[in-house]
């Protein structure tokens, strides 16, 4: 095979149509398209396309290069069908001609070495690692350079292989000190691909890389003052890994390391400050190394702030004072929207609050990504740059050093804060807010004046720094609503609402955005405290709906439902729903049932149907109506796409759970007058609810169950006809070690509330219930969210069937009772502790061994309803009681505060 020769015209043929594949002419284009296609029946086309990129150097070098990526697209998409005659040659020329005079070809040809092994193995091929390695003795530098690129790509693509033992050989034990001497190679191309190769191993932590270390520090040394950009900006790159991962390698020369990379901070090429940078942030984000950088800090704060400026190429890019408000939005500017199912969390102590089921405060431990939209109050760290680097650097900084780094930080900000130049002034606020946590405390006696400095600053005509106040305001909104002095607060608090609602109004888009984000992380500290104020906010916030274009529409659906829920019932005035839902309507009626932009809206809608409670029910059959046509359209697309999935799309289910999680919105918002629009729903909402626990996607299954509780609160008369097939679901999905923590969370917090509703007519299901909640509980690795609704449930089920649960009490009683101290005071914990009670009474000695825990987890109510406080003094009594003498022992070995409340209380 290897002496294979095309056929002339069949050669010409292919090359004629490469050429034509760069013509504009579309209709050419979908020729050359189909007759490619066409081509992949000839068994030894992948020859053809080897042979032009590697034989056929007088064609155009952009022929070559189409060949080599139809060639590279062959292999990876159907690589299974290429014979092996056909590879073998592919292989023999690719390695053969691997140092073709141009470099792009060079390239090329790597990439397709590298399809090759990650298709298969690098055992499938175990001459490519000693060909290459061999070809770096060359005396041609385009042969030694094309056989780096080639491994720069084995090595980011096959490293775990390359780190693993072949026929009784790891390859990295000669690969890798071979590589560190090309460190330096006077061709600026080698060097950065053999330091490219060895960083992809060091944060492995590769045994092969270890064993060289030090060679491989001495390397680096001998690079630092490489004259190269691309050069040392990979040295700052490993320098960055190496204190990860060996910082024992630079702490013995950590002077010269700090000055080095605070050199690389200020160079002049920004890809190489950018790596510099992060060394700063590496730095600080390792505990042990905390004093090894504290001397130096007097020198990094400058340099970071030096690096938070804008540069010229961001000022040119950025810089736009018009007012630009009434531009449509270019779609290359929006992201995606996505939506994330809702998780019914606990209100604990330890982790926060919330307000009722199925309300996501973040602290869902569903290892699904829902991260992406974290990110409303650290816009500034996005599109990661030298400044956004550099901010962060500082911010972590300061919450590894606190005040103590505020004596350096102080008279520079003083400088940037009030410099004459914008752009300073603007990195001096950034800085301000950069330091807002990690510093609060000593920056607080400076907030009486800098609060109002900022706010003045909102009428700065740069928008840029419009923009970076709101945000650095937003920092310090907390601040504002719990002054140092509480009476102060209407001095901050009033300037801060209308300083910020100014910006709503901008007519500068960036600064819109900005204000809005700050707003409504104003609304989350604020809370009621801004009820006094509601008209004048709603008033800004619905104009803005006239003047948003769609990407700062987003936002502001986002600010409404944040205000909606931090004010909570206090917005259910007639005059606040006839300003805000007009508007909401509105904006629902133009909206297609497939358009992406209706998440923002149904999140909001959610807020406020919840907030405005039976003032929403005007409003509520449309809205209920469509949300179940949603997802019946989306379930009948699903079952049509399982039957016929050449024709029919899969249905995009993110619909789905936006249109479950606003249903669960009204039923909590509507309460039992949801009853009414249960019962006529058509389709039946029930029927729906049905198909949707048993899912495919756990975020449908999630948004499920999580309206499966809201309903059993309001209309458990309507699910009770459902119930064995919910519940034959529902203990499914209740399974230790899940793979999907929030559906199992929603499904152990559903069956409580059912328990609730459905009282001894759960019996059947409490075993297997019991089976799978009480692993969850004892479990060291449970998340605290489900730990939390775990033990409510088991307590609840206690509460209806305590001569069911009651014998158990002894396996779960003390994870019980640890898990629920931390629990606030609401009706969920008190129905739970309820529940404890009666299997008490049940199984008085199931407590005996657990019952420090309880006295505990009783001693950490604030204010117990009277009803449980004196099931827990007769608990309490009747133990004394049993144990006699012992019990003075047994109280004095309690916590102080433990022993100390139960006295007062229960006079024990």
């Known amino acids: 095979m290897l002496n294979w020769q095309p056929q002339p015209e069949g050669l010409n043929q292919l090359i004629q149509l490469l050429k034509d594949s760069m013509s504009s002419n579309n209709a050419v284009q979908n020729q050359v398209r189909e007759q490619l296609e066409s081509f992949r029946n000839v068994p030894d086309y992948n020859n053809y396309l080897i042979y032009i990129l590697t034989q056929m150097p007088q064609e155009l070098p952009t022929t070559r290069l189409i060949a080599g990526l139809l060639l590279k697209t062959n292999i990876q998409m159907y690589g299974s069908d290429i014979r092996e005659d056909v590879l073998e040659y592919v292989k023999a020329l690719a390695l053969r001609h691997v140092g073709d005079p141009d470099a792009d070809v060079r390239n090329t040809l790597g990439t397709v070495i590298t399809t090759i092994l990650s298709r298969n193995s690098i055992m499938s091929w175990p001459e490519v690692l000693p060909h290459l390695m061999s070809l770096l003795d060359s005396q041609d530098p385009n042969v030694v350079e094309g056989s780096f690129k080639a491994l720069v790509k084995i090595c980011e693509d096959s490293s775990d292989e390359l780190d693993m033992e072949i026929n009784g050989e790891r390859p990295l034990n000669f690969m890798i000190p071979k590589i560190i001497t090309y460190f330096q190679s006077p061709v600026v191309s080698i060097r950065v691909c053999a330091l490219t190769c060895i960083n992809q191993f060091i944060t492995r932590k590769s045994q092969s890389f270890m064993v060289n270390v030090d060679a491989f520090v001495e390397g680096l040394g001998q690079l630092s003052n490489d004259n190269h950009p691309d050069v040392r900006k990979h040295v700052c790159q490993a320098m960055v890994m190496l204190l990860e991962v060996r910082p024992d390698k630079l702490i013995p020369q950590i002077n010269n390391v700090v000055e080095y990379m605070l050199y690389s901070t200020k160079d002049d090429d920004e890809s190489v400050?950018?790596?510099?940078?992060?060394?700063?942030?590496?730095?600080?984000?390792?505990?042990?190394?905390?004093?090894?950088?504290?001397?130096?800090?007097?020198?990094?704060i400058p340099v970071l702030l030096q690096g938070m400026v804008y540069s010229e190429l961001d000022i040119i890019t950025l810089d736009n004072d018009d007012e630009d408000a009434s531009v449509?939005?270019?779609?290359?500017?929006?992201?995606?929207?996505?939506?994330?199912?809702?998780?019914?969390?606990?209100?604990?102590?330890?982790?926060?609050?919330?307000?009722?089921?199925?309300?996501?405060?973040?602290?869902?431990?569903?290892?699904?990504?829902?991260?992406?939209?974290d990110d409303d109050e650290d816009d500034i760290y996005m599109e990661w740059n030298l400044r956004k680097c550099s901010a962060s650097a500082l911010d972590v900084l300061s919450a590894v050093y606190g005040n103590s780094m505020l004596d350096i930080l102080l008279p520079l900000l003083q400088t940037?804060?009030?410099?004459?130049?914008?752009?300073?002034?603007?990195?001096?606020?950034?800085?301000?807010?950069?330091?807002?946590?990690?510093?609060?405390?000593?920056?607080?006696?400076?907030?009486?004046?800098?609060?109002?400095?900022?706010?003045?600053t909102l009428k700065d005509p740069k928008s840029l720094v419009r923009a970076i106040t709101c945000w650095t305001l937003g920092r310090y909104a907390r601040w504002c609503v719990f002054p140092t002095k509480p009476e102060d607060r209407p001095l901050y608090l009033v300037p801060l609402i209308e300083g910020l609602l100014s910006m709503v109004s901008d007519n500068n888009k960036r600064v819109q955005e900005a204000g809005c984000s700050?707003?409504?992380?104003?609304?989350?500290?604020?809370?009621?405290?801004?009820?006094?104020?509601?008209?004048?906010?709603?008033?800004?916030?619905?104009?803005?709906?006239?003047?948003?274009?769609?990407?700062?529409?987003l936002i502001l659906y986002d600010a409404i439902g944040t205000l909606a829920d931090s004010v909570g019932n206090a917005l259910n005035k007639k005059e606040y729903i006839d300003l805000l839902m007009p508007c909401l309507i509105e904006k629902w009626q133009l909206l297609q049932d497939d358009d992406r932009d209706l998440f923002p809206l149904f999140e909001c809608l959610s807020s406020v149907t919840t907030s405005l409670g039976q003032g929403f029910l005007p409003f509520a059959p449309p809205v209920f109506e469509r949300c179940v046509k949603i997802v019946h359209s989306n379930l009948m697309q699903s079952q049509m796409?399982?039957?016929?999935?050449?024709?029919?799309?899969?249905?995009?289910?993110?619909?789905?759970?936006?249109?479950?999680?606003?249903?669960?919105?009204?039923?909590?918002?509507?309460?039992?007058?949801?009853?009414?629009?249960?019962?006529?729903?058509?389709?039946?909402?029930?029927?729906?609810?049905?198909?949707?626990?048993?899912?495919?996607?756990?975020?449908?299954?999630?948004?499920?169950?999580?309206?499966?509780?809201?309903?059993?609160?309001?209309?458990?008369?309507?699910?009770?006809?459902?119930?064995?097939?919910?519940?034959?679901?529902?203990?499914?999905?209740?399974?230790?070690?899940?793979?999907?923590?929030?559906v199992c969370n929603n499904a152990a917090w559903a069956a409580g509330e059912i328990a609730l509703q459905y009282r001894e007519g759960m019996a059947v299901w409490v075993q297997p219930l019991l089976e799978r909640l009480i692993p969850l509980l004892t479990s060291e690795t449970t998340p605290r969210t489900l730990l939390d609704n775990s033990a409510i449930t088991i307590g609840r089920l206690g509460l209806v069937c305590p001569q069911l649960v009651g014998p158990h009490l002894e396996v779960f009683a003390e994870a019980w009772c640890h898990t629920c101290r931390t629990i606030r005071d609401n009706e969920e914990k008190d129905t739970a502790f309820r529940g404890l009670c009666e299997m008490i009474q049940v199984n008085p000695q199931g407590l005996i061994k657990s019952l420090a825990p309880f006295c505990d987890a009783v001693a950490q109510w604030s204010e117990v309803p009277q009803e449980l406080d004196q099931q827990f003094g007769k608990i309490l009594l009747g133990y004394k009681n049993m144990m006699g003498t012992a019990w003075d022992a047994f109280a004095a070995s309690l916590a102080p505060d433990t022993r100390n409340r139960l006295a007062q209380r229960y006079q024990l």
């Open 416 to 456: 940037e804060l009030f410099h004459a130049e914008w752009k300073h002034r603007e990195c001096g606020i950034l800085a301000l807010g950069a330091v807002a946590e990690g510093c609060m405390s000593g920056i607080e006696p400076h907030l009486p004046t800098l609060i109002p400095y900022l706010i003045q």
């Open 328 to 373: 449509p939005d270019r779609i290359e500017d929006m992201k995606p929207r996505f939506h994330h199912a809702k998780t019914h969390t606990a209100e604990n102590t330890a982790t926060g609050s919330n307000d009722g089921a199925g309300s996501d405060n973040g602290l869902d431990d569903d290892d699904e990504d829902d991260d992406e939209d």
């Open 641 to 742: 796409h399982s039957q016929n999935p050449d024709n029919v799309p899969a249905p995009d289910k993110d619909f789905m759970i936006v249109a479950l999680d606003l249903l669960s919105g009204l039923t909590q918002g509507l309460n039992t007058s949801v009853e009414s629009l249960v019962a006529s729903s058509q389709p039946s909402v029930l029927q729906i609810l049905s198909i949707c626990l048993a899912d495919s996607s756990a975020e449908v299954r999630q948004s499920s169950y999580a309206l499966l509780g809201d309903l059993a609160i309001s209309c458990f008369l309507h699910i009770k006809p459902y119930l064995n097939a919910f519940m034959n679901e529902l203990i499914n999905q209740i399974q230790p070690n899940t793979e999907y923590v929030s």
């Open 273 to 300: 400050a950018l790596e510099a940078c992060e060394f700063w942030l590496a730095f600080a984000e390792q505990d042990a190394l905390t004093d090894h950088l504290r001397p130096h800090l007097n020198r990094v």
């Open 518 to 553: 700050a707003f409504a992380t104003l609304e989350e500290e604020a809370c009621d405290a801004l009820v006094p104020y509601l008209f004048g906010i709603l008033q800004t916030l619905v104009h803005a709906f006239s003047t948003y274009q769609q990407k700062n529409l």
